[in-house]
């Protein structure tokens, strides 16, 4: 796969309009994408990596098929690509066509299709990503619907916002309120909340034209009249919007515009409709926002979109397992059953980093399923006279939340949760609240948890029975940015050398604050390395002082999701409550392991903590950094770029060496780089390419904000680090998880 930069290749895309033409776009594109080198750019031109013989199509094997066409035939031409037999056999990726202003192509893999001025395309280029190797992940674990329909939807905002201009943050506020909208249509009419199937699908299909040109008025006027109550007003609307019912609930309370549609968009939001929305789970809608949200934004951002599995491994221990431990106890006892229904009823339930709300909705359904257990369970015992009502209400849960994307579709997401435990109430006892209108939802909070006063978002006494949960975001102190180590100091105000703790340690220390001297407990899912080496003299005593202990932790595992762009990370769950003589777990794999004490390193011991050393304890070497480059990648090389190197100038191999990080060590990886010695040097800028790179390295250097960085220029022939070794190395990766 090819190592692509999103920020590089946006800002080459922003260039192309201004360099390219119709017959030199499709070169452009394996360059910027395939990062397809000028040696084979040239073969190709010359007919000997061109697979076609035609005289007018480009045909790479398992890259691309394309043609140049004049404006009024490129769907016509790019239907000739689809119908053409032998290109079929080439494979190609992706079949592209274009008249050098507007670029028209088709995935045959996802059959999909994407349209574009070229000049737009540096906003939305994702579509071309399998070029480079990137494919959408295929996902086996989830429901393949709520696979399907989190991709749709992604293509419907990417769709949008390629014939929308969206800056501001008030015009992506309402994109954002549109994208959640859409949501509610689509599961409304397939869960019995709107009173006709497929009425939403039904009525775009019917009222609005092919081209999509009317589809903007259409969606608004439907999404208006759902804010109103008032059959006078509705009676005056025109049928095909008024057909939608009163909603409200502050879903469709304020107006917003709806943006520009395509034809494209149109045949999207069509197929989202095909799907049957009563089997996808809200949860999902964490997938979606990961979707939708630009990549290189997501991992600071914290969304991590968190499988049923593994939010069961945090709310069981947490708090489940004692309801149901409860619920055993009372099992034969209608007054003690009655208790624990008025019990559940006052728990509260609170995720400080909810992204999408799926801890939130996890939590809400298994509450709402014992509920149902425990109504089965008081029919047997006092008869079938017994009428079953649901006494666990929304206001119960909840969250902060950072992003309002995000934001939205947590409150939607519980919304929707309860509709679906209120079906499965009704058809287990035959009664439900009416679907519509919609009541309130969840208390998500739009905001940096990391700056608000939790106790304010969730309010509890000491008594009160409160848990927190989540899966905050991560980071290293190498990988925060400005806002992110301000945030840091802001909550570690006191604490020494708190600049060295992963981001994740202001939810540990803020929870703590939280907790002390109540009954609330929390748990939260974490890179294990907050419970290893320096982190923990770092944060655990800050902790453990405040008269808080550790009372079940899962051990170092593998955490991964199924969204669009998936995270993959070795993580560790951690619960805390205030020191108590109740029982302590420690989960290994499926084993549950009853412990007498769980300390900072997640082990059964006493509550000892190893401080950092400055110096060894033992005769061994000094342990250093390896050889960093700071160098803009300029002065490594893959296999191919060394290849080639070589091949222009043979005299090059004596400058290149292999060169191994972490991830190539642990992964297998191979590259190279340019070692170059001070000696050496004139001799080396002599060859243009080496001249080349080492003068991208300089410019990279004198643009650093770093003054450390800035020095370097002065030998930008080498590594920030030029140190070698005649004899055998240790390789000792800083970083081993993914």
């Known amino acids: 796969m090819a190592n692509i930069s999103y920020k590089e290749t946006s800002e080459r895309l922003e260039k192309l309009i201004n360099t390219t033409t119709e017959s030199e776009l499709c070169y452009d594109l394996l360059r910027i994408f395939a990062q397809t080198t000028e040696t084979s750019i040239n073969r190709i031109k010359e007919g000997k990596g061109n697979l076609s013989n035609d005289g007018v199509t480009v045909l790479v094997r398992n890259k691309i098929a394309y043609r140049a066409a004049t404006s009024d035939t490129m769907r016509t031409v790019l239907e000739a690509l689809k119908a053409d037999v032998k290109i079929a056999k080439a494979n190609p990726r992706l079949l592209v066509v274009s008249d050098g202003i507007t670029i028209l192509a088709y995935d045959p893999k996802e059959e999909d299709e994407y349209e574009n001025n070229i000049s737009l395309l540096w906003k939305d280029f994702d579509f071309f990503m399998p070029l480079a190797g990137v494919e959408k992940l295929r996902a086996t674990e989830e429901n393949d619907a709520d696979v399907k329909v989190s991709y749709i939807m992604a293509r419907i905002y990417d769709d949008i916002r390629r014939y929308n201009d969206i800056e501001s943050e008030e015009q992506i506020h309402s994109l954002n309120v549109f994208m959640t909208r859409l949501l509610f249509c689509f599961f409304a009419e397939d869960t019995g909340i709107f009173a006709e199937d497929n009425l939403f699908s039904d009525s775009i299909r019917s009222y609005t034209k092919n081209d999509g040109t009317d589809l903007k008025e259409y969606i608004e006027g439907a999404f208006d009249i759902m804010s109103i109550n008032g059959e006078a007003i509705r009676s005056n609307m025109p049928k095909a919007i008024r057909q939608f019912p009163y909603v409200n609930g502050g879903l469709f309370k304020e107006h917003f515009p709806a943006p520009n549609m395509s034809r494209r968009t149109r045949d999207l939001i069509l197929k989202c409709g095909t799907f049957n929305w009563s089997e996808i789970n809200p949860d999902i809608f964490g997938s979606m926002?990961?979707?939708?949200?630009?990549?290189?934004?997501?991992?600071?951002?914290?969304?991590?979109?968190?499988?049923?599995?593994?939010?069961?491994?945090?709310?069981?221990?947490?708090?489940?397992?004692?309801?149901?431990?409860?619920?055993?106890?009372?099992?034969?006892?209608?007054?003690?059953?009655?208790?624990?229904?008025?019990?559940?009823?006052?728990?509260?339930?609170?995720?400080?980093?909810?992204?999408?709300?799926?801890?939130?909705?996890?939590?809400?359904?298994?509450?709402?399923?014992?509920?149902?257990?425990?109504?089965?369970?008081?029919?047997?015992?006092?008869?079938?006279?017994?009428l079953p009502f649901s006494n666990i209400a929304l206001t119960q849960f909840y969250g902060i939340e950072i992003d309002e994307f995000a934001q939205e579709?947590?409150?939607?997401?519980?919304?929707?949760?309860?509709?679906?435990?209120?079906?499965?109430?009704?058809?287990?006892?035959?009664?439900?609240?009416?679907?519509?209108?919609?009541?309130?939802?969840?208390?998500?909070?739009?905001?940096?948890?990391?700056?608000?006063?939790?106790?304010?978002?969730?309010?509890?006494?000491?008594?009160?029975?409160?848990?927190?949960?989540?899966?905050?975001?991560?980071?290293?102190?190498?990988?925060?940015?400005?806002?992110?180590?301000?945030?840091?100091?802001?909550?570690?105000?006191?604490?020494?050398?708190?600049?060295?703790?992963?981001?994740?340690?202001?939810?540990?220390?803020?929870?703590?604050?939280?907790?002390?001297?109540?009954?609330?407990?929390?748990?939260?899912?974490?890179?294990?390395?907050?419970?290893?080496?320096?982190?923990?003299?770092?944060?655990?005593?800050?902790?453990?002082?405040?008269?808080?202990?550790?009372?079940?932790?899962?051990?170092?595992?593998?955490?991964?999701?199924?969204?669009?762009?998936?995270?993959?990370?070795?993580?560790?769950?951690?619960?805390?409550r205030a020191v108590s003589k109740m029982q302590k777990w420690l989960f290994d794999g499926d084993n549950k392991i009853l412990v007498q004490n769980i300390n900072a390193y997640l082990s059964n011991t006493i509550n000892i903590i190893i401080r950092k050393r400055t110096k060894s304890i033992s005769e061994l070497s000094v342990m250093d950094y390896g050889c960093k480059a700071v160098d803009g990648g300029n002065l490594i090389l893959s296999i191919e770029e060394k290849n080639n190197l070589i091949c222009s100038d043979p005299i090059t191999i004596k400058w290149i060496r292999v060169f191994a990080g972490s991830d190539d060590y642990i992964n297998g990886k191979i590259r190279y780089c340019l070692w170059i010695s001070d000696e050496e040097k004139e001799n080396a800028l002599a060859i243009h390419e080496i001249k080349r790179r080492i003068n991208q390295t300089e410019v990279m250097r004198l643009n650093s904000c770093d003054i450390g960085a800035r020095k370097l220029a002065a030998r930008s022939h080498q590594f920030r680090e030029f140190v070698e070794t005649s004899t055998s190395s240790i390789i000792v990766p800083a970083v081993s998880s993914e």
Request: with cysteine; charged share 20%; aromatic share 12%.
């Open 289 to 386: 926002i990961q979707a939708v949200i630009r990549p290189e934004k997501r991992a600071g951002l914290g969304l991590h979109y968190t499988s049923v599995p593994n939010i069961l491994k945090v709310i069981r221990p947490l708090f489940l397992d004692a309801l149901y431990e409860d619920y055993m106890q009372s099992k034969d006892n209608v007054k003690q059953l009655n208790k624990l229904l008025l019990r559940m009823s006052r728990i509260k339930f609170f995720d400080p980093a909810c992204g999408s709300g799926n801890f939130l909705i996890i939590a809400y359904k298994e509450l709402r399923r014992l509920e149902l257990q425990i109504w089965e369970q008081m029919r047997i015992l006092s008869g079938s006279d017994v």
């Open 409 to 576: 579709t947590a409150t939607l997401s519980l919304w929707l949760a309860e509709h679906q435990m209120n079906k499965m109430f009704y058809d287990k006892f035959g009664s439900r609240p009416d679907a519509l209108p919609l009541r309130p939802s969840g208390h998500i909070a739009l905001g940096n948890a990391c700056r608000m006063d939790w106790s304010i978002v969730c309010p509890h006494t000491a008594e009160e029975e409160v848990y927190v949960m989540g899966n905050p975001p991560y980071l290293g102190s190498s990988m925060q940015d400005k806002n992110q180590k301000e945030d840091l100091s802001y909550v570690c105000k006191g604490l020494a050398n708190y600049k060295n703790l992963d981001y994740i340690a202001c939810w540990f220390i803020l929870g703590s604050r939280y907790i002390e001297s109540t009954n609330a407990k929390y748990a939260f899912v974490s890179t294990n390395s907050i419970c290893q080496g320096e982190q923990v003299a770092l944060l655990w005593p800050y902790i453990f002082d405040k008269g808080i202990e550790i009372f079940f932790a899962y051990n170092s595992f593998k955490w991964a999701n199924n969204a669009k762009y998936n995270a993959g990370v070795t993580c560790a769950i951690v619960g805390l």
